[in-house]
């Protein structure tokens, strides 16, 4: 392979000033587009030796022709060029969010001569203001229903108002109060866009501030002994009361922000944001997009904003990221701007401030994990969905069959995978796929008693497996709840020295006609046993996503049992304890949360669990530690997390 690409410029023409650069082909389409604080020393880290470089930015520098920079005077103009430039190109190894679906939002028509609040997919309305998004359209029509009774404002189409304008007569809304009708001139038009204004104050979060007012208003018609207009105030609360209900309150009221949560991995990405004004979540959006180059958190989150807060949409006071970018003064600033320019466009004082921020503790930081969580979730339904699709299994299972060269599609694919705990423990699983899709009740567990490495714990599983097949050929249908039949594929989590320890085991057994490949670490990297070069997946193909998730699969079910096997050998351990039966010993682990918590605590630790006293408690750290009872125990423990991170490493 060659050093580097051809065309490299010059080291000593690069500038060392902040700059935006552009990747073109030779067609001169733009197809990477990057911001540096110093370009020499960015654009340097493209054109290093071609094999020192991730696969995915070797593929985006070979697909190159050339590159271009614009030096300018400071970061933040770099940001700023670089997000138009992406907004203009559309380069296709950029990062670029798009909503997976076409939320609704609920809009007011300010701009009007007679405002009108609708509900509309379309965010290119002229002068509207829009509240949302909403999952559901359903939802955000009972809240209108809502507030049409407190703010009715028409929301009748313009074809709709001409015709009453026309006859006098108002439509059904204007005759049941939930339009103030202002076709036939029941209200000024002034009076009416008053309404349109406070139904926009009261959806951007002055919640307290109307049902405090409305309250007031309701108290004076009672003591005016106008109880008809008392009862309609009355209703108005009660339907005011009935929206907000549908809002959940997270923060407190005056607080105005929105939280992202990202979830991300190798191939794909999803960012959950949820916008609260008034200390209530006012709409959610979410995001999920294929990555074509592996780009760390703090640039994932410069991205999102950048596409969260386009031509239309306007960041709060406050934005709440998992992970600050490197830039994050720069990405303040741009924040703040556009703050400032949407202030402006509503007529508003004060270009007001972004503050751009990490919630380490508290409501928000709650809030912040929360988000997390979904975004973790929407990133699993995507590659589910993706992965049981019928066609993109069929897909995958062809571009498999393809890449590695076999005679048949493998319809039963068995990936296998090694966990230890710095070399204890050792267990391995396997996973099955058939035609692209899990078979949970065919899932096998491996306990390895001894073993020198990985590779020798992956000839010793393999061996296991293999010596079935030959009883399964000859009786297949009396296995019962043993391995169901022979696999197409077989996949190793690793790279040669994995694969030969595996094609050692199915030569030594003399099984023919079984493919066999390693996952490597980059994940687009397919090994074969006897090959110098491994298979390369194209980048967000169907194949490739397969992998993915047997790769994980096979992670998830390995660690999983690892620990189980952890709870169960403390168990064995305590039983040994007089008066600690396996009810207390579960206790212990319910009150400590894990194995490791446990090997960490003291004497007095356990002692104030309930139903142990000093004696009981002393004994259970002298069976644990070997006697030291009056201190932390002997050696440090990790939490529960460290440990399966460990294991899968």
């Known amino acids: 392979m060659a050093e580097t690409v051809a065309w490299r410029p010059r080291t000593g023409d690069i500038p060392t000033s902040p700059g935006v650069y552009r990747f073109r082909d030779a067609r001169g389409r733009v197809l990477y587009v990057g911001k540096a604080k110093n370009l020499r020393a960015r654009l340097s880290n493209y054109f290093q030796p071609l094999r020192a470089l991730h696969d995915r930015t070797r593929r985006m520098v070979l697909t190159a022709a050339g590159v271009e920079w614009t030096v300018v005077g400071t970061e933040f103009e770099a940001l700023q060029l670089e997000y138009s430039w992406i907004k203009e ?90 339009c103030a009708a202002p076709c036939v001139g029941r209200i000024p038009r002034d ?37 008809e207009e008392a009862a309609r105030l009355r209703d108005a609360i009660g339907a005011m009361d009935a929206a907000l209900s549908k809002t959940a309150v997270v923060l407190r009221e005056d607080v105005d922000t929105d939280v992202f949560g990202i979830a991300d991995d190798e191939l794909a990405a999803a960012v959950q944001q949820f916008i609260v004004r008034g200390g209530r979540i006012r709409g959610t959006r979410s995001w999920v997009v294929d990555k074509e180059l592996d780009v760390p958190l703090g640039e994932l ?67 912040a994990e929360t988000a997390a969580r979904n975004a973790a979730q929407a990133l699993m339904l995507y590659k589910t969905r993706r992965s049981a699709d019928f066609t993109a299994r069929s897909q995958a299972n062809a571009d498999l069959q393809e890449a590695l060269g076999l005679d048949d599609a493998p319809l039963r694919i068995e990936c296998f995978d090694v966990s230890h705990l710095a070399g204890t423990n050792v267990v391995a699983s396997m996973v099955v796929f058939e035609d692209g899709l899990p078979r949970k009740d065919q899932y096998r567990r491996f306990n390895v ?40 594929l077989l996949l190793v989590d690793g790279g040669q020295p994995q694969v030969a320890a ?148």
Not at 347 to 356: A, D, F, K, M
Request: aromatic share 6%; net charge neutral; hydrophobic share 35%.
């Open 191 to 227: 009076a009416h866009r008053g309404l349109a204004q406070d139904l926009a104050t009261f959806m951007g979060g002055g919640d307290q501030r109307f049902r405090g007012d409305l309250t007031k208003r309701m108290q004076e018609a009672s003591a005016a002994l106008n109880f």
């Open 89 to 178: 190109f559309s380069p296709p190894f950029n990062v670029q969010f798009r909503d997976d679906k076409s939320y609704p939002y609920l809009a007011i028509t300010l701009a009007d001569e007679v405002p009108r609040v609708l509900i509309t997919r379309n965010r290119k309305l002229r002068g509207a203001k829009y509240f949302g998004p909403y999952t559901k359209v359903w939802a955000i029509r009972e809240t209108l229903d809502l507030m049409l009774k407190v703010f009715p404002v028409r929301s009748c189409s313009d074809t709709t108002y001409r015709r009453a304008e026309q006859t006098g007569r108002p439509c059904l809304l204007g005759d049941i109060g939930k």
């Open 449 to 488: 008693a001894s073993t020198t490495d990985d590779t020798d714990s992956i000839y010793q599983v393999l061996s296991r497996r293999v010596a079935h097949l030959e009883d399964e050929e000859a009786a297949p249908a009396q296995q019962g709840d043993r391995f169901a039949y022979r696999p197409n």
């Open 502 to 649: 595996a094609k050692r085991a199915l030569d030594e057994a003399g099984v023919t006609g079984v493919a066999l490949a390693g996952i490597a670490k980059r994940l687009e990297e397919l090994w074969q046993p006897d090959s110098d070069y491994p298979v390369i997946l194209p980048r967000n193909s169907d194949a490739l996503f397969l992998v993915q998730r047997l790769r994980d699969e096979a992670h998830r079910f390995a660690i999983t049992h690892q620990r189980t096997r952890r709870k169960r050998d403390i168990g064995s351990q305590l039983a040994t304890v007089p008066g600690l039966g396996e009810a207390r010993v579960k206790q212990l682990l319910k009150h400590f949360g894990s194995v490791a918590r446990l090997r960490t605590a003291t004497a007095t630790d356990i002692a104030d669990v309930p139903g142990f006293g000093p004696v009981l408690a002393a004994a259970v750290v002298e069976r644990l530690h070997g006697g030291d009872t009056d201190g932390a125990p002997r050696e440090e423990g990790a939490d529960e997390e460290a440990l399966d991170a460990q294991a899968a490493g």
């Open 301 to 367: 989150v410069e991205t999102v904003l950048r596409n969260a807060y386009d031509e239309e949409v306007f960041p709060p006071r406050e934005v709440l990221v998992p992970e600050l970018p490197d830039d994050a003064e720069e990405l303040a600033t741009w924040l703040s701007q556009r703050r400032a320019e949407g202030r402006e466009a509503e007529g508003l004082r004060g270009s007001g401030r972004t503050r751009l921020h990490v919630a380490e503790r508290g409501e928000k930081a709650q809030l």
